[in-house]
């Protein structure tokens, strides 16, 4: 499966953004898909997770309550929408597709990843 992430941008701390991942070559239905994040100097880590079949769902402690993953069949496209940013949320977001469930997802666990893009949340 191929990925397009988009929807990154300069936004003021407390405001919102949604990134998108747009999926081509295979149904996202049967994988499990996820965001993760890399900060300048910083591992690649793990923001949101939504396994396949609606199995389990996982969010990173510092992100839990403001984010949150969808996905979209008709439009094989998954999303997550980010509120309450902060300015520690800076980072390069990179979505992933892989087929593992997402008990303590890690980058191992994804095959297919889309281009980062940059959100920059100012104080």
């Known amino acids: 499966v191929q990925l397009q992430a988009s929807g990154g941008g300069l936004v003021q701390a407390g405001g919102s953004l949604r990134l998108s991942c747009a999926a081509s070559g295979a149904t996202l239905n049967s994988y499990t898909v996820g965001w993760f994040r890399q900060a300048p100097g910083a591992e690649r880590a793990i923001v949101a997770c939504?396994?396949?079949?609606?199995?389990?769902?996982y969010y990173a402690d510092s992100v839990g309550g403001r984010f949150s993953i969808s996905r979209d069949i008709a439009e094989n496209t998954f999303y997550l929408q980010m509120n309450n940013l902060k300015p520690e949320d800076t980072a390069v977001y990179y979505c992933?597709?892989?087929?593992?469930?997402?008990?303590?997802?890690?980058?191992?666990?994804?095959?297919?990843w889309g281009r980062g893009t940059l959100v920059t949340v100012s104080s």
């Open positions: 992933a597709a892989g087929v593992n469930l997402c008990y303590y997802p890690a980058p191992r666990d994804f095959n297919s």
């Open positions: 939504d396994a396949f079949g609606g199995h389990n769902t």
